[in-house]
C-alpha cells in the first residue's frame, strides 16, 4: 500500500514542532544523537485504515479493512459495528486505566485507615465527612480513621458492584439523573462496564453502532463518576484539598547544582513520599556528601500536577517534554509510575547518566530500573529511591539546561472547594457570582481545555491558540492536564494575563483575583469539572442541568485513550466536547453522526472532531451563543463591561506620585 | 475585590484586630475576665458576634475566644505580582474586622465609654426605649449606640411591610453640609432607615447634621452611632438581630443570617470622604451581609455581582456628579445607592412646600417651635372620612371653609374638621374607617407637622419652620388627597377634602362624624369570628419571617396590631394577589379552641408545611405563631396558674425570669411555642382572648405601660368579665418581677386566676 511506505523525508525545524522555546532548544541539541518522539512522528505516518477506524481485527478472519468498496467485514460486520467497537474498546481502556489509579487510590486510603501504612495520614478532614456525606455514610462523632476506613470499603466496593447505580451520580443534578435512567445508561459497577465493552466488542456480540455506543458511555462514566471521582476525592483527602499557590513550570525549573529528580505518570501516592523525602535532613546531608547543593524535585504530566496542586513542585514540561528532560542531561533519575510513559526514555536515558526508574508492578520498561514501590512501606520507598538519584548526581555529564523565563510563573491549586470559597469567602462562598457574571454577560461562557500533547500537531500551538481566542472574547477557561502545564508555560495561568482577557472577564478576573485560566489539577481532576458544572447548574440562573449552560470543553491535542473516555463522559453530562484532531470514526459517517449529534439530541452533549483550529473555535462560540440564547440571557456584547478595577485609582496616586494636587471628589481634577 | 481594596482591607483587618486583641487583653488585665460585657437592652449578648460564631459573649474572658475567632479568619494581602485570589480571604478579613470592632465597642461599654458623649447631641425618642442609655458628656449630649431590640422590633411591621425598605449606613463626613443634609433628606423622604458613624479627620457627619439643626434620634429615624468607624458595627448588629428577630435563626446559622440580609434587607453603606484602610475592612464586611459600599470620592470600583445582588462598589466622585448645587449632587447620589441596592420605592409626589416623607412621621413639634395647633387642651378638631356616590363629589377639589389661622397668636390654638369624601365602584362602607386611620400616618409624613389621636381626639401642630415655608391649612387637603390616590387607587376614582374652620359648619360636621363614629362602634361590636365566612390571612412578614402566617378574624388582630380584619378586607380588595387573602373557614372543629378546616389547610400551605395546625382561642394548644413584630408576648406561669403580658415598650424583668427581648427570642421566627404567644395589644381586649384557656381573667401580671396606654378600654373588659377591680388585681413590674413576688401579690389580691382549672 502506498501509505505505508516510507513517507519522502519531511523537513521540519524543531519550531515546526513545539512552540515552546526550551523544548525547541533541546530539541536542537538531540539533532542527530538522539532520537525523539518528534523525530518519530515524521518518519513514522499514521496508518490511514486504523486512524480512521475502519480496521477491524477482533477475529482472525482479519484483519479486515472496511475501505473503499469495502463495506462490510468477514463476518458481515459493517463499517459502522467496526468504528463503533474501536472507539468503545479506545473508552474502556481510557476508563479502566482513569479507575485502576482510582482503585490505587482506595487502597492506599484502607491502608492509612488500617495504620498499615508509614508515612500517610489524613491531610482533609472535613474532606472525610463531606466525601462520607455523599456515599451516606454516617460519620458525625466517628473516629475519623473508621470512617475513611468505611469510605475506602465503600469506594473498592464501587469497583465489583453487579447491579444498582454508582454512588456519585447522585451528585448530579437530579434532570440528569433522571435521563441517565430513562435512557439506561446509568453505570451498575465500575468493573462491570469496562468489562461488558470487552465482551460486547467481541466477534459477533453487539453489531448495532448505537448500541454499542450507548454502552461506551456507561462505560465511560465509571471514569466521570466512579474511578476518577473516587481518585479525585481520597488523593484529596489523604494529600490536602488544593488551594492556589505560586510555582515555575518548564525545563528552567531543572537546577544546575541540585540532584534533579523528576516524577513523571499518573498516581500521587508515591510523588507524595518523595516530595517528603526531598526535604528528609538525612538526605540532604547526604545530597551535599556527593556535591550537590540540595534535591531539586520536578514533575511530568499528571503526577506533575498532582504535586504542583498540593506542594507548588514546578511541572518541568507536559507529555512531550518528557524525553527532553532527560535530554537536557541534568536528571540524576526519572521516577514513572503508570501512564503516558514512552517507552523510548529508557533508549534516551542511555545517552545520559539519568536512572529511569520503575516502581509500579503493573508497569516495567525493557532496560529501566525497577523498584517497586510498596504503600505499605512508602516512606522508605521513596528514601531508598531519592538516594539512587544522589548517588548517580557524580555521574552528570555537561548539562544543558533551557533558562528560565519570567512568563513561567504560574498559579495554580484551583480545587473545586476553592473555587466556591474564592467567590465569597468562608461564609458566603457559592457559584452565584460566577453565575451572575454569566448571565450578565461579562462572561460568555465556560471553556475547559483539557488533554494531552500529540506529536501530529505542533506542541501547545492548538492549546494556546484557543485559549488565547476564548479569554479574549470573555470565555473563563479552565485547564486540567497536559494542556493546563501547556497554558502555563506562556504565562497564561499569571493573574496579570487578565489584561489579555476581555473587558468583563477581565473584570471578573480583578474582582475575584484570579488568572483567566484556571488551573483545576489533572486528568483524574477533571471529575473536578463535573462538579462544578454541577454546581453552575444548580446555583441556579443558567438552567437546571450542565446541557442547559453556555460551556464546551475542548480536547486540543488528544492522544491517549483517556482523552476519549473524558470526552464522552462529558458527553453523557451534558457537555459538548470538540477534539482537536481528525475523527477516529471517520470511516462511518453514521458512527461520527451518533455521537455528534445522537448524543446531543438525547444527552444535551456530544462528541465532535476539529483539526481545523479556526473552524473548532468558531464552533465554540456558536455553541456557547446558543445556549445562551436558548437560556434567554443577553445577548453577548464584549463593549458593556470593564468599568471596574484600580486603574483609575492607580493612575490618580501616580498624579499624586509626580507632585500633581489630590481631589478625592473628581476624576478629572 | 479590586486588588487595591483587599490590600486595604486585609491590611486595615490585621491592624483592627490586633487592636482588638490588645484592648481586650488589658481590659482583662485590669477588670478581670469575669467582668460582664454587653450591649443596652438586647438579648442577642454581642450580636455580630453571635451571628458569625455562634459564641454567646458575656464578659471579657468570652470576649477574648470571640477576638482569636476573628484572628483566624486573617490572611495575608494579596503581592504585587503573581499574586493569589484574594476575594474569599478579603471577605473573611472583612467578617473579623466586625469581630474586632464589636469586640472593641464591647470593652468600651465595659468601661462606661459608650454611647460615645459628644456636647449638644440631644436625641428624640431614646430615652423611653433606652433608659440606660444616659451616658453623655458635660451637657448629657450623647450619640445613640447600638440600637436596641424594643426599637427594633418597633420597626419590625414598616421593615418587613416595605414602608421601610432597609437602612443606609453612612460612614464619614460629606462634602459639605448642604450636601450632608441634603443627602439625609433624600433618604428619609424615601424612608430609609439612616445610621450615621465614622468621621473624616476628625470631622463626622453627625457633627455637620447638629450644624444645620437637624434632629436626630430614633424618631427622625437619622440614629448617630458614633464619630469613629468602629461604632458603624451597630448597623450590622441591627442588620445581625433582624434575621435572629424576624427570620427565627440562631446564632451561628452564619450563611443564613448573611444571605436573610442580601435579601431581605436592602441596606448599604456610603463612604462619604476619604477612605481609609478601616473602612475599607469593614465595607468588606458589610459586603459579606450583601451590602454593596458606595463612595462619594475615587475609590476602584467593583461592578460583577454576586456577593451583593447588583454591583459591589460603586465610586461616584462627587464634584463630577451633575448638579447645579450640593444638594443637587447629593440627590443623584442617593439616587444611585437607590438602583445599586436594587431598592424599588415608589415616591409618591405630595405638593406641598415641605419635605415629605414616612421618616417624618415621628417628629415632635414642641410647643416653643410651634405656630399654631388644631385641637388638643384649647381646641378641637376631627377627622372624618366618608364614602359617596360618583356622582356626588369632583376629585380634586379642596376647599377650606372658614378663616385660616392668621389672626391666630403664636403657639396659639384653633378648632378644625377634616372631611374626606371618596367615590369608588370598588368603595365599601366598611372600608372607611380602615382609609380614616391613614390620616395620621399621612399627616404625619410632613416635616413639621405632628398629629396625634384620631376621630374626634385629632391633634395637629405645625411649626413655625413649617409655616415660615408656606405651608398653609389647604395642604393638609393635599396630603390626603394624594395619598389616598396613590395608595387606594385601586378601590378610589374621587377624593375631595373640605377642612372647615368656621365655628357654625365645624360644629355641623362634627356632630355628622360623632354618628358615623357611633354607627361603626355599633356594626364592630357586631362583628364577631361567628357572623363572618372568611378570616384574612397577613404574609406580609413572610419577607422577613418566611414561616410565619397571621390568621386574622374579627375578634383577633393581626399580632403587630397595624392589621384587623377590615384592613386586611381592604387591603385584599386593593391587592387580590397581596399578602392578606380571604380563607374561607370550612369546617369547624373546635369552637372553642377556634380551629377550622380552613384555617389549618391555610397555615400548613403557607409555612411550608411547618404548623399543621393553628387555633385562634388558645395559647396552650397549637397556638398561633409570630413572626417578630409583636407588640405583646403573653407568656404562661405555671405557678401562677395564669398568664402574663409584656409589653415590647416594656424593658423591666418579668416574672418569667427573662425580658421582653430575651422572650421575643423564643416566641418570633414563625415557631409554634405552646405557652407563649406574640400577640397585638387589642387582642386583649377581645373576647377571645385566650378564652380556650379562661380569657382575660388569666391575665395575672402586665406590663403597667400597656395598663396606662389602654386603661378605658381594659376597664371595660373587667367590667365586662364581671369584676370591676380586676385591672387592681394583676401584678406588674412595679409589684413583681419573679414569681416569688407575684404568688404573694396574687394571693393578697385574690386573684382569680388562682381558683381556676389548672392551665395545663
Known amino acids: ?669 | 475585590m479590586s486588588r487595591y481594596i483587599a490590600k486595604a482591607a486585609i491590611r486595615g483587618a490585621n491592624l483592627i484586630v490586633g487592636e482588638a486583641e490588645q484592648m481586650v487583653e488589658a481590659a482583662v488585665a485590669e477588670l478581670g475576665a469575669s467582668t460582664p460585657v454587653a450591649f443596652t437592652n438586647t438579648a442577642y449578648h454581642l450580636p455580630v458576634i453571635l451571628g458569625f460564631t455562634g459564641m454567646e459573649v458575656d464578659n471579657l474572658g468570652e470576649l477574648r475566644e470571640a477576638v482569636a475567632y476573628a484572628k483566624r479568619l486573617l490572611n495575608a494581602m494579596p503581592g504585587e505580582s503573581l499574586w493569589l485570589p484574594y476575594l474569599g480571604e478579603t471577605l473573611d478579613a472583612g467578617a473579623a474586622t466586625l469581630l474586632a470592632t464589636e469586640a472593641i465597642e464591647a470593652v468600651r461599654f465595659a468601661r462606661g465609654l459608650q454611647p460615645e458623649p459628644i456636647p449638644g447631641l440631644h436625641l428624640t425618642g431614646t430615652s423611653f426605649t433606652s433608659p440606660d442609655n444616659n451616658g453623655g458628656g458635660a451637657d448629657g449630649g450623647h450619640a445613640n449606640g447600638p440600637i436596641d431590640d424594643i426599637q427594633l422590633r418597633a420597626w419590625g411591621i414598616q421593615l418587613v411591610d416595605g414602608r421601610m425598605p432597609g437602612f443606609a449606613a453612612i460612614i464619614g463626613a460629606a462634602r459639605s453640609n448642604e450636601a450632608a443634609v441634603s443627602i439625609v433628606r433624600e433618604l428619609q423622604k424615601r424612608n430609609i432607615l439612616v445610621f450615621l458613624s465614622g468621621n473624616v479627620n476628625g470631622r463626622s457627619i453627625i457633627h455637620q447634621l447638629m450644624e444645620e439643626g437637624v434632629e436626630m434620634g430614633y424618631d427622625t429615624y437619622i440614629v448617630p452611632f458614633g464619630t469613629d468607624t468602629i461604632s458603624a458595627i451597630y448597623a450590622l448588629g441591627f442588620a445581625t438581630r433582624s434575621a435572629l428577630t424576624f427570620g427565627g435563626m440562631s446564632g451561628g446559622q452564619t450563611r443564613d443570617i448573611l444571605l436573610y440580609n442580601k435579601y431581605r434587607v436592602f441596606a448599604f453603606a456610603l463612604a462619604l470622604g476619604e477612605v481609609d484602610d478601616l473602612k475599607y475592612a469593614a465595607a468588606a464586611g458589610a459586603i459579606n451581609y450583601g451590602f454593596p459600599v458606595i463612595a462619594d470620592t475615587l475609590i476602584p470600583q467593583i461592578l460583577p455581582s454576586g456577593i451583593t445582588s447588583y454591583e459591589h462598589v460603586i465610586s461616584m466622585p462627587f464634584d463630577d456628579i451633575p448638579g447645579d448645587n450640593d444638594t443637587e449632587r447629593a440627590r443623584r447620589l442617593v439616587q444611585r445607592c437607590m438602583e445599586v441596592r436594587g431598592v424599588k420605592i415608589k415616591i409618591t409626589d405630595v405638593p406641598i412646600p415641605v419635605p415629605y416623607g414616612s421618616a417624618f412621621e415621628g417628629e415632635r413639634i414642641r410647643k416653643a417651635d410651634m405656630r399654631v395647633e388644631f385641637g388638643g387642651s384649647k381646641a378641637q378638631a376631627f377627622e372624618y372620612l366618608r364614602s359617596v356616590g360618583l356622582d356626588e363629589i369632583e376629585d380634586g377639589k379642596i376647599e377650606v371653609v372658614g378663616p385660616g389661622f392668621d389672626d391666630v397668636p403664636e403657639g396659639g390654638a384653633m378648632s378644625l374638621g377634616i372631611v374626606v369624601e371618596v367615590a369608588g365602584r370598588k368603595m365599601q362602607e366598611d372600608f372607611e374607617p380602615v382609609l380614616e386611620r391613614q390620616t395620621h400616618y399621612w399627616v404625619n409624613g410632613a416635616s413639621g407637622i405632628q398629629h396625634i389621636g384620631q376621630r374626634d381626639i385629632t391633634w395637629i401642630r405645625l411649626s413655625k419652620a413649617a409655616v415660615d415655608k408656606g405651608f398653609q391649612i389647604k395642604n393638609l387637603g393635599d396630603i390626603l388627597y394624594a395619598r389616598l390616590h396613590a395608595d387606594f387607587g385601586a378601590i378610589l376614582d374621587k377624593v375631595a377634602v373640605t377642612i372647615y374652620t368656621d365655628p357654625d359648619k365645624f360644629q355641623e360636621w362634627l356632630a355628622k362624624a360623632r354618628e358615623a363614629y357611633q354607627a361603626r362602634n355599633v356594626r364592630l361590636a357586631d362583628m364577631v369570628d361567628e357572623s363572618i365566612e372568611e378570616f384574612y390571612s397577613c404574609t406580609l412578614c413572610q419577607s422577613f419571617a418566611p414561616n410565619h402566617v397571621c390568621v386574622i378574624s374579627p375578634e383577633r388582630l393581626g399580632l403587630c396590631g397595624a392589621y384587623n380584619w377590615l384592613d386586611c378586607k381592604a387591603s385584599n380588595q386593593i391587592n387580590p394577589t397581596g399578602p392578606n387573602q380571604p380563607i374561607p373557614k370550612g369546617i369547624c372543629l373546635d369552637p372553642v379552641f377556634g380551629v377550622w378546616q380552613g384555617s389549618n389547610e391555610f397555615a400548613y400551605q403557607n409555612t411550608h408545611q411547618t404548623v399543621e395546625r393553628v387555633t385562634l382561642y388558645s395559647i396552650m394548644q397549637d397556638p398561633m405563631t409570630a413572626c417578630g413584630c409583636f407588640e405583646c408576648i403573653a407568656v404562661v406561669i405555671p405557678e401562677a396558674n395564669g398568664v402574663m403580658v409584656v409589653s415590647r415598650e416594656d424593658p423591666s424583668m418579668t416574672p418569667a425570669g427573662m425580658t421582653f427581648s430575651t422572650l421575643a427570642g423564643v416566641a418570633g421566627g414563625g415557631l409554634q411555642t405552646p405557652g407563649m404567644m406574640g400577640v397585638g395589644k387589642y387582642y386583649l381586649l377581645s373576647r377571645k382572648f385566650i378564652s380556650a384557656d379562661g380569657g382575660f381573667k388569666r391575665i395575672v401580671w402586665m406590663s403597667s405601660v400597656l395598663k396606662g396606654m389602654m386603661a378605658d378600654e381594659l376597664k371595660g373588659v373587667c367590667e365586662r368579665e364581671g369584676d370591676p377591680d380586676l385591672l387592681d388585681k394583676i401584678a406588674d413590674e412595679r409589684s413583681a418581677t419573679t414569681v416569688e413576688e407575684l404568688l404573694p401579690f396574687l394571693e393578697e389580691h385574690q386573684h382569680p386566676a388562682l381558683a381556676m382549672d389548672p392551665i395545663f
Open chain 1, 1 to 669: 500500500m502506498p501509505e505505508e511506505k516510507p513517507d519522502k523525508k519531511v523537513e521540519k525545524k524543531p519550531t515546526d514542532m513545539s512552540i515552546d522555546t526550551a523544548v525547541c532548544e533541546v530539541l536542537s541539541n538531540c539533532e542527530g544523537v538522539v532520537e525523539t518522539a518528534f523525530d518519530r512522528a515524521i518518519s513514522i505516518r499514521p496508518c490511514p485504515i486504523g486512524a480512521e477506524g475502519a480496521c477491524c481485527k477482533h477475529c482472525a478472519m482479519g484483519p479486515c479493512r472496511l475501505v473503499a468498496k469495502t463495506t462490510r467485514g468477514v463476518c458481515g460486520a459493517t463499517r459502522a459495528t467496526v468504528a463503533a467497537r474501536n472507539f468503545a474498546r479506545a473508552v474502556a481502556a481510557g476508563a479502566a486505566a482513569h479507575s485502576d489509579h482510582g482503585r490505587g487510590m482506595a487502597f492506599a486510603l484502607l491502608a492509612v485507615a488500617k495504620g498499615e501504612t508509614e508515612g500517610f495520614r489524613i491531610r482533609d478532614e472535613a474532606k472525610v465527612h463531606a466525601v462520607a456525606g455523599y456515599m451516606g455514610i454516617k460519620s458525625e462523632g466517628r473516629p475519623i480513621m473508621d470512617v475513611a476506613r468505611e469510605i475506602a470499603e465503600t469506594a473498592l466496593g464501587e469497583f465489583g458492584k453487579q447491579t444498582g447505580e454508582l454512588i456519585y451520580l447522585k451528585r448530579a443534578t437530579p434532570a440528569r439523573q433522571e435521563l441517565w435512567r430513562k435512557e439506561k445508561i446509568a453505570p451498575r459497577g465500575i468493573d462491570r462496564e469496562v468489562v461488558e465493552v470487552m465482551h460486547r466488542t467481541h466477534m459477533g456480540v453487539d453489531q448495532d453502532a448505537e448500541n454499542i455506543l450507548d454502552q461506551t458511555l456507561r462505560a465511560s462514566m465509571t471514569d466521570g463518576w466512579g474511578g476518577s471521582m473516587l481518585a479525585t476525592d481520597i488523593t484529596d483527602i489523604l494529600f490536602g484539598t488544593p488551594t492556589p499557590l505560586q510555582s515555575q513550570v518548564n525545563l528552567g525549573v531543572l537546577k544546575d547544582d541540585e540532584v534533579n529528580l523528576v516524577v513523571h505518570g499518573h498516581e500521587p501516592t508515591l510523588s507524595e513520599m518523595i516530595v517528603a523525602a526531598s526535604t528528609d535532613p538525612e538526605l540532604l546531608e547526604y545530597a551535599k556528601s556527593k556535591g550537590a547543593n540540595g534535591i531539586n524535585l520536578a514533575g511530568i504530566c499528571c503526577t506533575a500536577n498532582e504535586v504542583l496542586m498540593r506542594h507548588g513542585i514546578p511541572p518541568a514540561g507536559n507529555f512531550l517534554s518528557q524525553e527532553l528532560a532527560i535530554a537536557t542531561g541534568a536528571v540524576e533519575a526519572m521516577i514513572v509510575d503508570v501512564q503516558c510513559i514512552m517507552q523510548s526514555l529508557a533508549e534516551v536515558a542511555t545517552h545520559f547518566h539519568t536512572k529511569v526508574i520503575t516502581t509500579s508492578p503493573k508497569a516495567k520498561i525493557e532496560g529501566a530500573t525497577h523498584m517497586e514501590y510498596d504503600e505499605h512501606h512508602a516512606y522508605q520507598s521513596a528514601k531508598d529511591i531519592v538516594r539512587v538519584a544522589i548517588d548517580n548526581y557524580p555521574n552528570r555529564g555537561a548539562a544543558k539546561i533551557p533558562g528560565p523565563k519570567p512568563d513561567e510563573a504560574l498559579i495554580a491549586g484551583f480545587s473545586h472547594e476553592y473555587i466556591r470559597y474564592m467567590q465569597g469567602g468562608l461564609y458566603r462562598g457559592s457559584f452565584r457570582p460566577l453565575n451572575d457574571a454569566v448571565a450578565a454577560g461579562r462572561i460568555r461562557g465556560l471553556a475547559g481545555v483539557v488533554g494531552c500533547n500529540n506529536a501530529r500537531v505542533a506542541q501547545d500551538a492548538p492549546t494556546v491558540q484557543i485559549i488565547r481566542e476564548l479569554i479574549k472574547n470573555d470565555v473563563l477557561v479552565v485547564v486540567t492536564g497536559c494542556a493546563a502545564t501547556g497554558a502555563a508555560k506562556y504565562g497564561y495561568l499569571q493573574p496579570e494575563f487578565m489584561d489579555h482577557a476581555g473587558a468583563g472577564l477581565r473584570e471578573v478576573c480583578e474582582a475575584i483575583g484570579i488568572p483567566p485560566v484556571v488551573h483545576v489539577g489533572s486528568c483524574v481532576d477533571n471529575s473536578r469539572i463535573l462538579t462544578i458544572l454541577t454546581e453552575c447548574a444548580t446555583e441556579g440562573g443558567l438552567g437546571d442541568d450542565i446541557s442547559d449552560l453556555p460551556a464546551v470543553g475542548i480536547c486540543p491535542e488528544y492522544m491517549s485513550e483517556k482523552a476519549l473516555s473524558i470526552g464522552s463522559y462529558f458527553a453523557a453530562s451534558g457537555a459538548y466536547v470538540l477534539f482537536g484532531l481528525p475523527s477516529p470514526v471517520s470511516n462511518s459517517p453514521e458512527v461520527v453522526d451518533l455521537i455528534q449529534n445522537g448524543w446531543n439530541a438525547r444527552f444535551g452533549g456530544g462528541i465532535e472532531f476539529e483539526p481545523d483550529i479556526d473552524a473548532l473555535i468558531a464552533k465554540v462560540f456558536t455553541r456557547i451563543d446558543a445556549k445562551r440564547e436558548a437560556l434567554g440571557l443577553a445577548e453577548y456584547d464584549a463593549a458593556r463591561f470593564g468599568e471596574s478595577g484600580d486603574r483609575q485609582m492607580e493612575e490618580m496616586l501616580e498624579t499624586l506620585d509626580k507632585g500633581g494636587s489630590l481631589n478625592v471628589y473628581s476624576v478629572s481634577r
